[in-house]
């Protein structure tokens, strides 16, 4: 019987420090999202073009680091005692095994609600249309008078004028406006409409140099941007570095890297003009001697009709001889039409002269009357006629229908007096009327005794009382 041996328990993984504080970094950068964090900047420093510092509030502080790469454009932010808002990954310093947070993005405390603004104002002007590509307008080739806005004293005027130096001749403008700070808005936007109402203006350069995010914060404000899109003129606008975008910029009808490349965009290169005079001067001399070769063929026409006068006064006189042709038709045919004309308003007159039209009138109303007349007679002849016959036949139908409705009104008069009360009293009959009324009597019972009768015969009436009712045989 063997006897079973135990069990040897796994060997359990061994982690060694820095394997330690990479799991946990790589464990907390898997789990949790990057976030914002708000705090008070201190023990800022540099080395190697990353920033180190420590973000805190009264109850805590934390480490952290933002590396050059995106340390560039917002150094300004990072000094002891500003209060910043950052978008952080939390992780761990490995080889300390130190919790810290990396930076991605530093605000300036109140720079996150002015980004969503400058968005809410950009999603505006985009709605009305002012950021749409359809409404940007060409630069001119060739501009001769060039408006500038920026500051006098900045070095973004220097290196438009630089530009300008290198390349084809043309009057340049300055509109002087401050480019930074609180008033700049306002004097960007008058700068604007002076040079707009300049006549002769081909375009306007709006440029500034680089700086930080709120030294740009002018060319973010929505009065800057409708001032450029009510400019009457294109506008290039170049501020700041080429990674720096406005909304002055979206707005504009070109968008320039910088001043230097605004001014580059603006001003032909001399290269560029030398070769579109010596383009030109191609065309006019194109254009010269085919000119030439028409007017030689021309001179050569003229001339060989001046080495023939005969042959010239002959093709004059012929045409003279259609001319006077055609003159003479036209002026028969004129001529006819006139006479034709003119009798028709002789016949017209005729006819309407007063005393031929009262002559035609008498005539025709006496034609009228004679007719009237003969039409009037015809019909009273005409009507004593049917008069007399109608008269003949009424005498006729009453002589042979007059025995037979005498007939029938005797009979129809018998029949009358048949039916009539006064007829059946001639008959031995009488009515008895009760007395005042009048009412006649059906029955006895419809009697009392001592009630005063009026008897009616076919001649005369008799008044009797009732003294006795006697029985009605018929009911036995």
Same mark, same amino acid.
């Given at each position: 019987?063997?006897?079973?041996?135990?069990?040897?328990?796994?060997?359990?993984?061994?982690?060694?420090?820095?394997?330690?504080?990479?799991?946990?970094?790589?464990?907390?950068?898997?789990?949790?999202?990057?976030?914002?964090?708000?705090?008070?900047?201190?023990?800022?420093?540099?080395?190697?073009?990353?920033?180190?510092?420590?973000?805190?509030?009264?109850?805590?502080?934390?480490?952290?680091?933002?590396?050059?790469?995106?340390?560039?454009?917002?150094?300004?932010?990072?000094?002891?005692?500003?209060?910043?808002?950052?978008?952080?990954?939390?992780?761990?310093?490995?080889?300390?095994?130190?919790?810290?947070?990396?930076?991605?993005?530093?605000?300036?405390?109140?720079?996150?609600?002015?980004?969503?603004?400058?968005?809410?104002?950009?999603?505006?002007?985009?709605?009305?249309?002012?950021?749409?590509?359809?409404?940007?307008?060409?630069?001119?080739?060739?501009?001769?008078?060039?408006?500038?806005?920026?500051?006098?004293?900045?070095?973004?005027?220097?290196?438009?004028?630089?530009?300008?130096?290198?390349?084809?001749?043309?009057?340049?403008?300055?509109?002087?406006?401050?480019?930074?700070?609180?008033?700049?808005?306002?004097?960007?936007?008058?700068?604007?409409?002076?040079?707009?109402?300049?006549?002769?203006?081909?375009?306007?350069?709006?440029?500034?140099?680089?700086?930080?995010?709120?030294?740009?914060?002018?060319?973010?404000?929505?009065?800057?941007?409708?001032?450029?899109?009510?400019?009457?003129?294109?506008?290039?606008?170049?501020?700041?570095?080429?990674?720096?975008?406005?909304?002055?910029?979206?707005?504009?009808?070109?968008?320039?890297?910088?001043?230097?490349?605004?001014?580059?965009?603006?001003?032909?290169?001399?290269?560029?003009?030398?070769?579109?005079?010596?383009?030109?001067?191609?065309?006019?001399?194109?254009?010269?001697?085919?000119?030439?070769?028409?007017?030689?063929?021309?001179?050569?026409?003229?001339?060989?009709?001046?080495?023939?006068?005969?042959?010239? +006064?002959?093709?004059?006189?012929?045409?003279? *001889?259609?001319? @006077?042709? =055609? &003159?003479?038709? $036209?002026? /028969? %045919? #004129?001529?006819?039409?006139?006479?034709?004309?003119?009798?028709?308003?002789?016949?017209?007159?005729?006819?309407?002269?007063?005393?031929?039209?009262?002559?035609?009138?008498?005539?025709?109303?006496?034609?009228?009357?004679?007719?009237?007349?003969?039409?009037?007679?015809?019909?009273?002849?005409?009507?004593? +006629?049917?008069?007399?016959?109608?008269?003949? *036949?009424?005498? @006729?139908? =009453? &002589?042979?229908? $007059?025995? /037979? %409705? #005498?007939?029938?009104?005797?009979?129809?008069?018998?029949?009358?007096?048949?039916?009539?009360?006064?007829?059946?009293?001639?008959?031995?009959?009488?009515?008895?009327?009760?007395?005042?009324?009048?009412?006649?009597?059906?029955?006895?019972?419809?009697?009392?005794?001592?009630?005063?009768?009026?008897?009616? +015969?076919?001649?005369?009436?008799?008044?009797?009382?009732?003294?006795?009712? =006697?029985?009605?045989?018929?009911?036995?």
């Amino acid at each position: 019987m063997s006897v079973p041996q135990p069990k040897t328990a796994p060997a359990a993984r061994v982690f060694s420090p820095y394997q330690l504080n990479e799991l946990v970094d790589r464990a907390l950068a898997d789990n949790l999202a990057p976030l914002w964090i708000e705090g008070e900047l201190g023990d800022v420093s540099e080395r190697t073009g990353h920033v180190y510092f420590s973000l805190r509030d009264p109850d805590a502080s934390v480490r952290g680091v933002m590396f050059a790469s995106d340390v560039r454009r917002v150094r300004h932010l990072f000094a002891d005692g500003l209060r910043v808002r950052l978008k952080v990954v939390v992780g761990i310093y490995v080889p300390r095994g130190a919790f810290q947070i990396r930076a991605l993005i530093a605000l300036a405390t109140g720079e996150g609600d002015r980004a969503a603004e400058i968005a809410r104002m950009r999603a505006k002007l985009e709605a009305e249309g002012l950021l749409h590509p359809s409404r940007k307008r060409a630069l001119p080739r060739w501009p001769q008078r060039i408006g500038v806005v920026t500051s006098r004293s900045g070095a973004a005027l220097h290196d438009v004028l630089e530009v300008a130096r290198s390349r084809m001749p043309v009057r340049l403008i300055l509109a002087h406006a401050t480019v930074q700070g609180i008033d700049a808005p306002t004097a960007i936007v008058s700068a604007l409409g002076g040079l707009s109402q300049l006549p002769h203006l081909d375009l306007i350069l709006l440029v500034r140099g680089g700086g930080a995010q709120e030294d740009l914060s002018a060319f973010d404000d929505e009065r800057v941007a409708r001032a450029i899109a009510r400019s009457p003129v294109p506008v290039v606008c170049g501020v700041g570095h080429e990674v720096d975008v406005t909304t002055a910029d979206l707005v504009a009808d070109l968008r320039a890297a910088t001043p230097s490349h605004a001014a580059e965009l603006a001003i032909p290169a001399r290269e560029a003009g030398a070769k579109a005079v010596l383009q030109a001067r191609t065309r006019v001399d194109r254009a010269l001697r085919t000119k030439a070769h028409q007017w030689r063929q021309r001179s050569e026409r003229m001339s060989a009709l001046l080495r023939s006068p005969e042959r010239l +006064l002959l093709r004059q006189r012929s045409r003279e *001889q259609v001319l @006077r042709a =055609a &003159l003479d038709r $036209a002026l /028969q %045919k #004129r001529l006819n039409g006139a006479q034709r004309a003119l009798s028709e308003l002789r016949a017209r007159l005729q006819e309407s002269e007063p005393r031929a039209r009262l002559v035609r009138t008498r005539a025709q109303l006496s034609e009228i009357e004679g007719r009237l007349h003969r039409a009037m007679k015809a019909n009273l002849e005409q009507g004593e +006629l049917g008069l007399r016959h109608i008269e003949v *036949q009424l005498r @006729r139908g =009453a &002589l042979a229908s $007059a025995p /037979q %409705k #005498r007939a029938r009104f005797i009979e129809q008069l018998a029949r009358l007096h048949a039916l009539s009360p006064i007829g059946i009293l001639s008959r031995g009959y009488a009515i008895a009327l009760h007395e005042p009324s009048g009412r006649a009597l059906l029955r006895a019972e419809d009697a009392k005794i001592g009630d005063r009768l009026a008897i009616r +015969l076919s001649e005369g009436t008799l008044l009797a009382d009732v003294v006795a009712r =006697a029985a009605d045989p018929s009911r036995k």
